[in-house]
């Protein structure tokens, strides 16, 4: 579905965070990128929505050029992005903050039968759902910003950081959630720090450090690999 080819990626002053990296993502996996704070990880996924254009290299979807794709056209591609700190618009209420990430859908029937899906994967958001987000707990703010990500109907869902700023007892549920978005059949990218419940829920993941791939391979092989155990795991 999404095939990242020797791309490098940098910010205005010609500094690369990100060296000649590949990476792909086939549909319905959930595809873990893992790594330290500063690693390329996020920059990764901005290249991909289109806010930074790679220096060199190209990004695909299902064959066809993704990098030349202005941004305000990534999601009608079908990709849509839960930012990291999840940038929700806090004076809104959950319900308007969802049919915001709708934006993209022209049916109404469509987005009305959306909604009722994330309401259903969200109880806590349909009891709150005419609360101000900025009213919402950390944990709930999060499942806030992966529905409103769901609300335009991806084929691929970009997390960056969902477990960041959650509570430590919330964080394996959210990522049990992410487990229940791809078996409803959504291809799963995940940008993580938390490298064990990564790994744990993803098919396949890569370890980026210094903007670079030094690692690939299953989750549960990854977990078990002496250099994750030992930079990450803390084994």
Known sequence: MLEMKNAS?????????????????????????????????STILRAISGLLRPKSGE????????????????????IAMVPEGR??????????????????????????????????LFPRLEERKGQRAET??????????IGRGLMSRPKLLMLDEPSLGIMPKLVSEIFRTVQEISEKGVTVLLVEQNVHEALHIAHRAYVLQTGRIVLEGNGKELLQS??????YLGM
């Open 9 to 41: 990626i940098g910010y205005k002053g010609g500094v690369l965070a990100v060296q000649d990296v590949s990476f792909r993502v086939k549909e319905g996996e959930v595809v873990a990128l893992v790594g330290s704070n500063g690693a390329g990880k």
């Open 59 to 78: 990004i695909l979807l299902n064959g066809e050029p993704l990098h030349t794709v202005p941004a305000y056209d990534i999601v009608r591609k079908g």
């Open 226 to 231: 002496d250099m994750v155990r030992q930079a």
């Open 87 to 120: 940038q929700l618009f806090g004076r809104l209420s959950v319900i308007d903050n969802l049919l915001l990430g709708a934006y993209a859908v022209e049916s109404k029937e469509e987005t009305e039968k959306t909604l009722l899906e994330v309401l259903a």
């Open 136 to 145: 919402l707990s950390g944990g709930e703010q999060q499942q806030l910003a």
